[in-house]
């Protein structure tokens, strides 16, 4: 299959910050840049459709800065899903208050409803509080779904939560930009699938690269102290771990497995000797994926407005 055949899913519609970190995802790797964007509903269709091949390629949110790791993706790629993940990049996320362009001389506080993806309202609250205080909050699957709906509802008041492009893609007035809680608002988006990228990233303004590796272990029940010899696993190898998070295993209430980042690339030694030990004790290990991390320059974010 040639580069131009390949396809790629994303959380849609057109506008979302998804799209904006695919559209980052293929500076860096000019091969994918020919592939077609598939615009899907949710996360979940976005992993189906790769996971049944009817895609090459899903680009999901994986982790917020604020708000911790985006469960539907972290579900779906554990229990519903086996696609490794084969990049990741950071967005740097800067939320705009949408709204249509016959209330742009309204006040905010008049508000009836918020619309936007859940972890775009979470990561707002602040704001909603004091300039929406009234308004109710209606979640949407994406914040470009938040932006179309207000778009065709002029005759409704409602603010919708998402990024400035959204807003611009679907002709409404910006009457607030950067109304984010804390200004250091990153996620991460990984690119899942089958198949390795076909190229090496090429970086440009001041990104840098770094290499990952993410495992899920599954502790056995009956082990007293097993997670921390798995941790001592790691530490006397002075292996960096970068992210350590349990997970419900769905069987049972107390169940849980771990979803561990390291902070190295698969090695010829390091990591699989670590796995090996973790084995032997008697734990599970699946490999979700060792993938080069592109990471922006940290810049300071702009003043508020107000």
Not at 59 to 69: C, F, L, Y
Request: glycine share 8%.
């Amino acid at each position: 299959m040639s580069e131009t055949e390949k396809k790629v899913a994303y959380l849609g519609p057109p506008g979302t910050f998804t799209e904006e970190a695919l559209r980052g995802m293929c500076q860096a790797y000019p091969n994918l840049a020919q592939a077609a964007f598939i615009p899907l509903p949710t996360i979940a269709d976005c992993l189906l459709a790769c996971g049944r091949k009817e895609t090459d390629y899903a680009m999901v949110p994986m982790e917020n800065s604020i708000e911790g790791s985006v469960n539907m993706t972290m579900d779906w790629l554990i229990h519903h899903v086996e696609l490794p993940i084969q990049g990741e990049i950071a967005l740097l996320i800067s939320h705009h208050a949408l709204v249509h362009p016959v209330r742009k001389g309204s006040p905010l506080s008049e508000v009836e409803t918020v619309l936007s993806h859940p972890q775009a309202i979470a990561q707002c609250h602040q704001f909603i509080r004091r300039h929406c205080p009234g308004a109710k909050i209606k979640y949407t699957k994406s914040t470009a779904e938040a932006a179309e709906y207000v778009a065709g509802h002029p005759e409704e008041s409602l603010l919708a939560i998402g990024p400035g492009t959204a807003g611009q893609r679907y002709g409404l007035y910006d009457k607030a930009a950067h109304i984010e809680d804390y200004p250091n608002n990153y996620t991460r988006f990984v690119l899942v699938g089958y198949e390795p990228l076909s190229d090496k990233p090429v970086l440009t303004n001041g990104q840098q690269l770094e290499y990952k590796t993410t495992i899920q272990v599954t502790l056995k029940e009956d082990f007293p102290g097993a997670l921390h010899q798995v941790l001592s696993a790691f530490a006397w190898r002075r292996l960096n771990l970068t992210r350590i998070e349990s997970r419900p295993t769905k069987k049972k209430l107390g169940s849980y497995f771990f979803i561990i980042d390291i902070g190295l690339g698969m090695d010829e030694a390091l990591i699989p000797g670590a796995i090996a030990e973790i084995e032997a004790l008697g734990c599970h290990v699946r490999l979700l994926g060792s993938y080069p991390c592109i990471i922006p320059a940290y810049a300071a974010m702009p003043s508020k407005t107000s």
